[in-house]
């Protein structure tokens, strides 16, 4: 079964600090695109980041980049320079190859303190 | 585009009333989600259709959740008989092949 595990339930950070954020997967297949969402307290799903599989560069957007371990099966999320907008819930999502089926973690609450 | 809409975006009602939530996915789009948050179990994926196919509905909890999309530019949700633990926000997400998932703002249902 594809699954998506987040780990880390809760995290805080300090403004102006750096903070990582774990996701691990599970899938069989050589292909597929992996996501960040952000969840501010207004429950809009936001897009933060996108990776696809067979790229082997890191993919960054401003403030935020992943480390996208692929044989460890493993996409953090890097948040620097933290801002107290970027207070929010945290998803990582898969897709798998040759399926659109778009499964997410559990989700983790991330603070950030001024 | 005017983005995914949902609607309604709040619906309270009464334990075995019938609940209807909709969904208007962005034009061009060939994948639809239906997903259900709760604190509990975060965000769970209910049902998914491709090409309005419904290809995957293993999440969908009971009998008493139905869904349709009979064409490109609608789908339902529907709970019959609705019960208190159905309360939680629904979103319904649709994308195209290899881009991200654009979200609706999704229904808050409560059910007394």
């Known amino acids: 079964a594809q699954t998506v595990t987040q780990s880390q339930p809760e995290m805080s950070v300090q403004e102006a600090e750096t903070v990582t954020l774990s996701c691990t997967y599970d899938t069989s297949e050589s292909n597929y695109y992996l996501f960040w969402y952000k969840q501010p307290p207004s429950r809009q799903m936001i897009l933060v980041i996108r990776q696809e599989a067979y790229k082997q560069q890191n993919a960054t957007e401003n403030r935020f980049s992943v480390n996208f371990q692929k044989a460890a099966k493993s996409f953090s999320l890097k948040i620097s320079d933290s801002q107290l907008g970027d207070t929010a819930m945290y998803f990582c999502?898969?897709?798998?190859?040759?399926?659109?089926?778009?499964?997410f973690g559990k989700g983790t609450k991330l603070t950030v303190n001024p | 585009d005017a983005g995914v809409i949902q609607s309604p975006r709040h619906e309270v009602t009464e334990m075995g009333q019938e609940v209807t939530l909709r969904c208007k996915p962005i034009s061009g789009h060939n994948s639809l989600f239906w997903y259900r948050q709760t604190m509990m179990r975060g965000l769970e994926l209910l049902i998914y259709f491709n090409n309005n196919v419904p290809i995957d509905d293993s999440g969908m909890p009971e009998d008493r959740f139905s869904a349709k999309m009979p064409n490109a530019s609608f789908s339902t949700l529907k709970i019959q008989p609705s019960e208190p633990r159905d309360s939680a926000v629904y979103f319904c997400?649709?994308?195209?092949?290899?881009?991200?998932?654009?979200f609706g703002q999704g229904t808050r249902l409560t059910v007394v």
């Open positions: 997400a649709s994308r195209r092949d290899g881009t991200e998932a654009f």
């Open positions: 999502a898969s897709t798998q190859g040759g399926s659109e089926k778009l499964v």
